[in-house]
Every structure is written in structure tokens, then in C-alpha cells.
């Protein structure tokens, strides 16, 4: 890792409350980023560097990052089903927070954690509510780990926390980051073949992920060593309540960083291939999560690509599953227009 280590640079750079996700529009107007000018605007996270963990103190600050950081990479070893103690089984699975967080969670459009310290709290259209930083650590035990919310003052989510905190350093709040989330690469805008899918899966991903895709372990069942490949589906696997279970996410992810060794610069599939193989394994079977009727309340916030009712709306299941994802989107655009103007105009207006 890179000498460009600065630790310090913390709270002082929040001046105001200003998140780079989709805000309901009032709260857009009211804050704009307005950071010392000579913080960063912009950031490229494919030129960005983060600090070296080594280099930190053996201090609480220094101990929990490092601590962090392990619970990312080998998540399974400590927090995993097969831990020995059995009050520390928190995931669900044996993936690691690093199987979809790439390289420690730092790889540009792999949901970097890089800058996610200073875009918190934020609006999740999933929950309608503000969240932090911590409701959303426990949004991936509970979906992508397919196991239970981790306390908020456990060592385990004040690492969590700590890490995410040190990756962000000298990112403002407010600013612009290059090579967060996914790549923006539109979907095709036809319904994804999961036929067609099976083919891309046997010929590029079965030799890692198994043509059952349950992985490849590093041991066996049960002795809690978890995966030199993870599962991409089956009970081990993320359950489909996760954002990876959402075609568009899933589509946007492999087609930037599957088969391991790509990324968004270097792709070996290209987007159909992507997008079909995407349908492939979310129709295998996995792990259900329960409630999700309850996801995005507020139905014109829903994505396109939910896969589970209730919805706005009479797309049919089968389009909010494989697409085509767009006439889904632009038509809530259009209706969440129509309704911020007749809001606007209407006696309930709180301006
Ligand atoms: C199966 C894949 C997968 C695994 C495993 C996973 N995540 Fe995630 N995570 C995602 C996806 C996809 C998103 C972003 C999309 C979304 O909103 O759901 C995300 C988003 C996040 C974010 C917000 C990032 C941002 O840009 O705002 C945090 C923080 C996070 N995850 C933490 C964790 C932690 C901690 C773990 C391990 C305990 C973990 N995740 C495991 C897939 C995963
Ligand atoms: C060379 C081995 C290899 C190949 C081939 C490969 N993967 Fe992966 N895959 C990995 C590894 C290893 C990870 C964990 C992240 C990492 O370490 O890069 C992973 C992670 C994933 C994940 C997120 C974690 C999970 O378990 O769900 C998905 C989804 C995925 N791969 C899908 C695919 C698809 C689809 C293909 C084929 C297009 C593919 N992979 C090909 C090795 C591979």
C-alpha cells in the first residue's frame, strides 16, 4: 500500500449533512457541498491510493481498522456459522464481506468502501429512512450474509466502522467519487435469457464457482476454513433479499469483475454475456430472507429490478425478475415527477 497515509483527516470536513445518493428532492435543495475549497471535488478512485495499514499505531484507533480489515477479508473466520463459538455466528454463510468487496473492499466499481465514510447518513429508498454507516453493515449481515444484524456496540461493528473510516480518509463529504458502487453501464434493454446464461456460466465461471455453484472450499464442511471459491448460489450462498440477487446489481458486477482477474478497464464478457449470466445463477436456488414486502414502502422508490411484490405500477413479476429493466424505470421517473409537482402545488406543501 501506498506512504499517502493521512490519518487525521476526519469530522472537521463534514460541514454539512450532504449525501451523493438520491435524496428526496427537498432535502436536495437544502444541502449542497460546501467543504474549504481545497478539499477534493472530485475523486478518481482508479488514481486514488489509501493508507497503509501497517503504518498505523497499536493503539484502540489502529486496532480496530486492523481488526476491521481481517473481519472483511476472512469474514468466515470470525464471524462465520463454523466459528467455534457459537454466540459469534453472525453470518449466515461463509462468504467474506471481501467475496463481492473486492481487494479488501477498496477495488474501484466492486462497492468500494473508499469515500462511503463521508456519504453517510444517507437516504435509503429501501428502509425510506436516513441510514448509517452501521444500518448499513448490518443491511449486508442480515442479505449478502444471509445472517443476523451484529449489536451496535460490538467490537465486531466498531471495526467495521473504524475500517470504513480509515478507507475514507481525505475523501470529503460531498464529493464526486469516480469507482464508487457499480459501473454505470446501462443494462440491454431486452429481458435477460437465463438459458443463454447457463452456456456463459458452464464455459466461464463453473471452473472457479463449481457447476453447482456451491464453490470450492478451502477444507471441509464445517471446519470453519471457508472458500478459495465462494458459492454464487445454494444455502451458502448471499440470500435473495441481497442487492446481488438484483439483476441490474449483479449485471453491473460481473460484468466489471467476473471471472476474477477483470476489471471495469479489462472485461472478458461482454454486456449480454453479463446480463444473461446474471439470470442464471438468481434463478438458482438460495436462502430466503423474510418481510421484504415491507423493502422501498415508498412503491414509486422501488427499483426496476425488485423481484418481489408488492409494486407501483401493472409491470408484470416476470419483467421486475429479467427485464427489460428500462420502460420499468423511466416510468417511475414519471411518476415520481408527477407527483413532486402536484406535491408542490398541493395544500400539504411544508415550504
Ligand atoms: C454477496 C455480495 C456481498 C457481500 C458478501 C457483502 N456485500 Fe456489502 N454490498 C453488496 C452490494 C451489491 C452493495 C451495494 C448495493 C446495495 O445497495 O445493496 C453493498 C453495499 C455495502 C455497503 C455500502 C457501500 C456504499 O457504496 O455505500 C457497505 C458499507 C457494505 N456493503 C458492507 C458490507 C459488509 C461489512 C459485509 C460483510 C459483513 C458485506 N458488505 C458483504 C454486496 C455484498
Ligand atoms: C478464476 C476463478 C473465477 C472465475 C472463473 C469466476 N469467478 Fe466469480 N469469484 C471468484 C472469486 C475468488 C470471488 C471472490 C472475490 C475475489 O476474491 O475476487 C468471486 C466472486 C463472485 C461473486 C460474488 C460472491 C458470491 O459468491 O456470490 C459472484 C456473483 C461471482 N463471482 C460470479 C461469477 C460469474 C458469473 C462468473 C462467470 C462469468 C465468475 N464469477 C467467474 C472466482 C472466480
Not at 435543495?29 to 477534493?40: F, I, V
Not at 470470525?78 to 477495488?107: F, W
Request: charge should be negative.
Amino acid at each position: 500500500m501506498s506512504p499517502r497515509f493521512t490519518p487525521l483527516i476526519t469530522a472537521s470536513a463534514t460541514v454539512l449533512a450532504f449525501s451523493i445518493a438520491p435524496l428526496p428532492s427537498a432535502a436536495q435543495e437544502d444541502n449542497s457541498p460546501t467543504g474549504p475549497e481545497d478539499m477534493p471535488q472530485e475523486v478518481d478512485l482508479n488514481d486514488w491510493s489509501v493508507g497503509d495499514i501497517d503504518a498505523l499505531p497499536d493503539d484502540e484507533y489502529g486496532r480496530a481498522v486492523r481488526y476491521g480489515h481481517a473481519l472483511t477479508v476472512e469474514t468466515h473466520a470470525h464471524i462465520g456459522p463454523e466459528v467455534e463459538d457459537e454466540s459469534m455466528r453472525y453470518s449466515g454463510n461463509n462468504l467474506d464481506c471481501a467475496s463481492c468487496h473486492q481487494d479488501a473492499a477498496t477495488k474501484p466499481f466492486a462497492m468500494p468502501w473508499t469515500g462511503v465514510a463521508a456519504t453517510f447518513p444517507q437516504y435509503r429508498g429501501r428502509e425510506n429512512t436516513l441510514q448509517t454507516v452501521e444500518d448499513r453493515v448490518n443491511g449486508c449481515m442480515e442479505r449478502s450474509m444471509n445472517g443476523r444484524a451484529l449489536p451496535l456496540d460490538s467490537a465486531e461493528m466498531r471495526a467495521f466502522s473504524a475500517y470504513i473510516h480509515f478507507l475514507s480518509a481525505g475523501i470529503p463529504v460531498g464529493a464526486k467519487v469516480t469507482g464508487a458502487g457499480t459501473i454505470p453501464d446501462p443494462a440491454p434493454d431486452r429481458a435477460a435469457d437465463p438459458v443463454a446464461g447457463e452456456q456463459v456460466y458452464a464455459e466461464q465461471c463453473s471452473v472457479c464457482h463449481g457447476d453447482d455453484g456451491h464453490g470450492m472450499r478451502n477444507g471441509e464442511p464445517g471446519d470453519g476454513e471457508g472458500y478459495l471459491y465462494p458459492p454464487v448460489f445454494g444455502d451458502d450462498s448471499y440470500n435473495d433479499g441481497a442487492g446481488m440477487y438484483r439483476m441490474l446489481m449483479a449485471y453491473r458486477f460481473i460484468l466489471a469483475n467476473m471471472p476474477q482477474g477483470v476489471d471495469h478497464e479489462d472485461r472478458i464478457l461482454t454486456p449480454d454475456e453479463a446480463y444473461d449470466v446474471a439470470a442464471y445463477i438468481n434463478s438458482q436456488p438460495r436462502g430466503h430472507k423474510e418481510g421484504m414486502e415491507s423493502d422501498f414502502p415508498d412503491r414509486l422508490r422501488k427499483p426496476a429490478d425488485m423481484p418481489f411484490e408488492p409494486w407501483a405500477g401493472d409491470f408484470l413479476p416476470e419483467q421486475h425478475k429479467y427485464g427489460p429493466f428500462k420502460p420499468i424505470a423511466d416510468w417511475l421517473v414519471a411518476e415520481r415527477a408527477a407527483r413532486d409537482a402536484a406535491e408542490e402545488e398541493g395544500p400539504q406543501a411544508d415550504e
